[in-house]
């Protein structure tokens, strides 16, 4: 059974930073791509970033581009999101997903390509 477990969340003001990690047990995750979503209070589940299987491309939604930064550690099996400059806006719970389709090119921003989720980390930014 796959495994994704997210860690790093927390309080912070506005302007700092916070890295989220993703670790995956049951199987690597080295093939699969690995997203991020959140889901801010009263809305819905929204992506954030990918990043492809070798780890070579990456993904973010507009608004988190230039400073958001997601990366992979392949001999950790951790996935980790940087998240800078962090906004009220940002404030949600971030969930790591992987699609366990080997080598695949991952419709990335699509929640149900992803078959494994983690329990979610919250991250509340002050103003």
């Known amino acids: 059974q796959v495994q994704l477990v997210e860690s790093g969340g927390g309080l912070v003001q506005a302007g700092e930073s916070l890295r989220l990690s993703c670790a995956a047990s049951g199987r690597t995750l080295s093939y699969n791509t690995v997203g991020w979503f959140r889901q801010p209070p009263g809305k819905e589940r929204e992506f954030v970033g990918a990043?492809?299987?070798?780890?070579?491309?990456?993904y973010y939604t507009d608004s988190v581009k230039g400073r958001f930064f997601i990366s992979r550690d392949h001999p950790k099996n951790t996935v980790y999101l940087q998240m800078n400059s962090l906004k009220p806006e940002d404030t949600a719970v971030y969930y790591c997903?992987?699609?366990?389709?080997?080598?695949?090119?991952?419709?990335?921003?699509?929640?149900?390509?992803?078959?494994?989720w983690g329990q979610g980390t919250q991250v509340t930014v002050s103003s």
């Open positions: 990043i492809s299987w070798n780890g070579g491309t990456t």
């Open positions: 997903a992987a699609d366990r389709r080997n080598f695949y090119s991952t419709t990335y921003d699509r929640a149900n390509e992803y078959d494994y």
